[in-house]
């Protein structure tokens, strides 16, 4: 592995760290998936080729090992790490709580998406990948990417509506 490779290997860890979070749910337990897409990316670095991108290589590596956990039976249910929630000092308490409220609601409904749309959902929504590119990371057409993170979309759309503080507030409004 050259020094460039490994620089931008550092590079990507806070990117990679949230998307390994993101699809295992727990920080241990994404912490523990990074240490062993990096370990692989390390011991397989002579099948990366120069001139590719790094990241959707690295990205691909970290899918696949989270895909074969869940085919092992290693995973069976994404829990949400509530630990993770840090406070934040300053503002307005009540906005602040709300606003943690809202974001646990959101990661648990993320948690229970299926796994194929959690990571088209990630992919795109959180790392800020095009279609393209994360069909390529997932091995899969752009057509079943958009598919995908269309249901994710819609299902977190209705799911949040349908629980979060916001329909409280409004149902709060009506009464």
Same mark, same amino acid.
């Given at each position: 592995?050259?020094?460039?490779?490994?620089?931008?290997?550092?590079? !990507?860890?806070?990117? *990679?760290?949230?998307?390994?979070?993101? *699809?295992? &749910?727990?920080?241990?337990?994404?912490?523990? #998936?990074?240490?062993?897409?990096?370990?692989?990316?390390?011991?397989?670095?002579?099948?990366?080729?120069?001139?590719?991108? #790094?990241?959707?290589?690295?990205?691909?590596? *970290?899918?696949?090992?989270?895909?074969?956990?869940?085919?092992?039976?290693?995973?069976?249910?994404?829990?949400?790490? $509530?630990?993770?929630?840090?406070?934040?000092?300053? &503002?307005?308490?009540?906005?602040?709580?709300?606003?943690?409220?809202?974001?646990? $609601?959101?990661?648990?409904?993320?948690?229970?998406?299926?796994?194929?749309?959690?990571?088209? !959902? !990630?992919?795109?929504?959180?790392?800020?990948?095009?279609?393209? $590119?994360?069909?390529?990371? #997932?091995?899969?057409?752009?057509?079943?990417?958009?598919?995908?993170?269309?249901?994710?979309?819609?299902?977190?759309?209705?799911?949040?509506?349908?629980?979060?503080?916001?329909?409280?507030?409004?149902?709060?409004?009506?009464?």
């Amino acid at each position: 592995m050259n020094q460039t490779m490994r620089e931008e290997l550092v590079t !990507l860890l806070p990117r *990679l760290r949230r998307f390994a979070y993101g *699809l295992a &749910g727990t920080m241990a337990d994404g912490d523990d #998936l990074l240490q062993s897409a990096c370990l692989r990316a390390l011991d397989r670095a002579d099948q990366w080729r120069p001139g590719t991108r #790094l990241d959707s290589w690295v990205y691909r590596i *970290l899918q696949n090992l989270w895909i074969d956990q869940i085919r092992s039976g290693w995973r069976r249910e994404i829990a949400v790490d $509530e630990d993770v929630m840090t406070a934040f000092p300053g &503002g307005d308490q009540a906005r602040e709580m709300e606003a943690k409220l809202g974001l646990a $609601e959101a990661r648990r409904e993320v948690a229970k998406l299926p796994a194929e749309q959690r990571a088209v !959902l !990630l992919l795109v929504s959180v790392e800020g990948a095009s279609y393209k $590119e994360a069909a390529e990371i #997932l091995e899969i057409p752009i057509g079943t990417v958009m598919s995908r993170l269309s249901r994710a979309r819609l299902t977190l759309g209705q799911a949040l509506s349908a629980e979060g503080p916001a329909s409280s507030d409004a149902a709060r409004a009506r009464s």
